[in-house]
């Protein structure tokens, strides 16, 4: 009795606990990983915000209407801050991850902030462009 109770208590051992003792080192590589693939996800559709950006322009000769005019430059506006905002996020990554102990607690807050930062870049990029998009179509309707 008590072998089949000790198994029982293996196997809800194993059920509570699976990754065993090695997932706290899995996630401060993780969470490096989560925040390059985010920035990965990201950096390509940068040329999407300067091409936005470059067609927007081209609008803002083709018309006289003051509303529309104001329209495209806040949508140039979006655009541009965004891009500011990825260049600064990888200016500070490079900086700040500058000699940082990776095994320590304060690189582990880093990730964090940068995680929550790169997010928020991402975030600004993609509503940058749904924007501007919006802002085409709204101009080529006339």
């Not at 706290?24 to 993780?30: G, S």
């Not at 965004?82 to 880093?110: I, V």
């Amino acid at each position: 009795m008590k072998k089949v109770l000790y198994f029982l208590f293996l196997i809800a051992f194993a059920l509570v606990f699976p990754q065993g003792c090695d997932s706290p080192k899995e996630n401060k590589v993780d969470g490096y990983k989560e925040i390059m693939a985010i920035h990965d996800a990201v950096m390509p559709k940068m040329g999407e915000v300067n091409r936005l950006k470059r067609e927007l322009q081209t609008k803002i000769s083709a018309t006289e209407d003051s509303i529309k005019i104001a329209k495209i430059n806040y949508s140039i506006g979006e655009l541009e801050e965004s891009e500011d905002l990825m260049q600064t996020w990888m200016h500070d990554w490079a900086e700040k991850s500058q000699g940082l102990d990776k095994e320590s607690d304060q690189y582990q807050q880093f990730l964090k902030e940068q995680k929550k930062s790169i997010i928020n870049v991402s975030d600004r990029i993609y509503h940058a462009m749904q924007h501007a998009e919006a802002t085409k179509a709204i101009i080529d309707k006339k």
